[in-house]
Nanobody, 124 residues
Framework: QVQLQESGPGLVKASQTLSLTCTVSGASITNSYYAWSWIRQAPGKGLEWMGV???????YYSPALKSRTSIFRDTSKNTVYLQMNSLQPEDTAVYYCNANVIAITTIASGMDYWGKGTLVTVSS
């Protein structure tokens, strides 16, 4: 049901700021059924959870990225945003928006929905 679409620049320069948008359809980001995360995967590496924003606006970050990462939302546009400062070449990765079913009363509890991902390349 829920669909996610990442969008933003595919190329950024080192030291610059990355801003990505996750456009959600099929569900409201304020629906308590879901929590909304940003996850990335660098070339040849595993998935790295970056942070999450809940249906009621609570935000949690990965300790490794907390100092330069911000997640926020626009409920009127039903979108979730990621902002990361001071990008370096090692931040090159495919960035995904993810919806996790947190409602424990459904059989779908724990299920994940993913966007296609967007590749962000950081040039030195």
């Amino acid at each position: 049901q829920v669909q996610l679409q990442e969008s933003g620049p595919g190329l950024v320069k080192a030291s610059q700021t990355l801003s990505l948008t996750c456009t959600v359809s099929g569900a409201s980001i304020t629906n308590s059924y879901y929590a909304w995360s940003w996850i990335r995967q660098a070339p040849g590496k595993g998935l790295e959870w970056m942070g999450v924003i809940t249906y009621d606006g609570r935000i949690y970050y990965s300790p490794a990225l907390k100092s330069r990462t911000s997640i926020f939302r626009d409920t009127s546009k039903n979108t979730v945003y990621l902002q990361m400062n001071s990008l370096q070449p090692e931040d090159t990765a495919v960035y995904y928006c993810n919806a996790n079913v947190i409602a424990i009363t459904t059989i779908a509890s724990g299920m994940d929905y993913w966007g296609k991902g967007t590749l962000v390349t950081v040039s030195s």
